[in-house]
Every structure is written in structure tokens, then in C-alpha cells.
């Protein structure tokens, strides 16, 4: 689907109401913004957590040992500490 949204002077822009609703935003909220080589896309807070789970989740390839804290620990074991 695309939508024309126009954008202020000032630099301000607005979703319509039914983008909003469909996103949970009805109260306001954050909407975090990408910029790509094809475009500018806009997520919510909860895709743009889930699209870092999912990235995360490729890199780790699913091990459960892939915490910051599981990578200090190992990180220091092998250096001797």
C-alpha cells in the first residue's frame, strides 16, 4: 500500500488515522525511521525489536550461550584471566 503523506515546512509529517490504529500508535508513540539504498522505511517500536531479534538470532545461529555475559566469560577464559 502506499500513502502520500506530506511533510510541513518545518519537517513534520503526519500518519493517518488508520495507519495509526492498524499500529497500535492511537495514543502516539515512537516510530523509528531507516534509512535504505531504496527508500526510508518507518517501524514501530515493537518491529524494530523484532527485527533486531531476528538479526541477532542469525548471527547466533540460535546458541543459547550468545549473551554479552556468555561472550565475556568466554573471552576472558581464553585469554587466561
Given amino acids: 500500500m502506499t500513502v502520500q503523506i506530506n511533510i510541513t515546512p518545518n519537517g513534520r509529517m503526519s500518519l493517518p488515522a488508520d495507519i495509526r490504529k492498524r499500529l497500535g500508535l492511537n ?6 525511521l531507516d534509512e535504505t539504498d531504496d527508500g526510508v522505511v518507518l ?13 541477532a538470532k542469525r548471527y547466533t545461529d540460535g ?3 550468545s549473551s554479552v555475559d556468555a561472550f565475556l566469560a568466554n573471552r576472558r577464559q ?4
Fill in 27 to 32: 495514543g502516539g508513540g515512537a516510530i523509528y
Fill in 43 to 55: 517501524r514501530t517500536a515493537a518491529q524494530a525489536v523484532a527485527r533486531a531479534q531476528a538479526l
Fill in 63 to 65: 546458541n543459547s550461550d
Fill in 78 to 81: 581464553d585469554s587466561g584471566e
